[in-house]
């Protein structure tokens, strides 16, 4: 089973409309079996609180459920724990590198590094366009899941 860790500020915006996107994407296609999806974040500042309402409400339009979620923040153990470690910005990238002392193993990108657009996922947290956000996180979660599935092909000898 393949781990996959979204990461963002807070965990309350980005990070978690990534992990539920995918979830639903996983579920939808049957292959909620094979990847396992959660979220942190690169700071404290958010802690045990829920998905921000407005991320709440337009995944809620996609007829997407995010009850449950409480922040947390990302530790050193994650990096061993998780084979793919995914940043919605470069300033996330940095601060997951501070706190896993590196990362050797070439396990973290950003999410739009999945898609033929690279670059960081806006954060709605200032710019209020929580639409925005929602495309670049589909868009990237689509990419990703695409990528994971050739690579599944290859392995199987099937591409």
């Known amino acids: 089973m393949i781990k996959i860790l979204f990461i963002c500020h807070g965990n309350i915006c980005r990070s978690p409309m990534a992990e539920?996107?995918?979830r639903d994407m996983l579920e939808r296609t049957g292959r909620e079996g094979e990847i396992a999806v959660s979220s942190a974040a690169v700071s404290r500042e958010?802690?045990?609180?829920?998905?921000?309402?407005p991320t709440?409400?337009?995944l809620a339009a996609h007829g997407i459920r995010c009850e449950g979620h409480a922040a947390r923040q990302m530790s050193a153990q994650d990096y061993e724990k998780y084979d793919l470690l995914i940043g919605?910005?470069?300033s996330n990238i940095t601060r997951m590198r501070r706190i896993c002392?590196?990362?050797p193993d070439g396990k973290m990108s950003r999410l739009l590094d999945h898609t033929c657009r690279p670059g960081d996922v806006a954060d709605p947290w200032y710019t209020d366009d929580f639409e925005a956000t929602w495309r670049d996180v589909l868009a990237g979660c689509q990419g990703l899941l695409k990528e994971l599935s050739q690579k599944?092909?290859?392995q199987n000898g099937t591409k």
Request: glycine share 18%; charged share 30%; no cysteine.
């Open 20 to 22: 539920f996107i995918l």
């Open 46 to 53: 958010e802690l045990g609180n829920p998905v921000y309402p």
């Open 56 to 58: 709440r409400r337009i």
């Open 88 to 90: 919605m910005d470069s």
């Open 101 to 103: 002392g590196g990362d």
């Open 152 to 154: 599944r092909g290859e």
